[in-house]
């Protein structure tokens, strides 16, 4: 059974950095797709940052340029980098992991993932 654990959410201000990390246990880490989503009150669950088993990223256009995806498989952890924060980039952070292959196209789509972590709460203020 795959465990995913987020962590280091928090209250910043416009402009400033956060790091989360979202620690994975029950598989074999190297060999799948994981993701970070995000879902402020009243909208959908979204998918902005996806990497693949060899290292791949994809980025939505909401947050190129400011987040950056990474992975540590010796420690089996996924890390998002989030600097030059906005208020708009308030939500819960989730991330998640998909067994097997996934067209590109679909990455972002989180009806394509298969196990989720609890979330971790991200708040910017103006």
């Known amino acids: 059974q795959v465990q995913l654990v987020e962590s280091g959410g928090g209250s910043v201000q416009a402009g400033g950095s956060l790091r989360l990390s979202c620690a994975a246990s029950?598989?074999?880490?190297?060999?799948?797709?994981m993701g970070w989503f995000r879902q402020a009150p009243g909208k959908e669950r979204e998918g902005f940052a996806v990497i693949d088993s060899d290292g791949i990223t994809g980025y939505a256009d909401s947050v190129k340029g400011r987040f950056t995806i990474s992975k540590d498989n010796a420690k089996n952890t996924l890390y998002l980098q989030m600097n030059d924060l906005k208020p708009e980039d308030t939500a819960l952070y989730y991330c998640?992991?998909?067994?097997?292959?996934?067209?590109?196209?679909?990455?972002?789509?989180?009806?394509?993932?298969?196990?989720w972590g609890q979330g971790t709460q991200v708040t910017v203020s103006s």
């Open positions: 029950g598989y074999t880490y190297s060999a799948y797709l």
């Open positions: 998640a992991v998909r067994d097997g292959w996934l067209d590109r196209r679909r990455w972002f789509g989180a009806l394509h993932y298969d196990y």
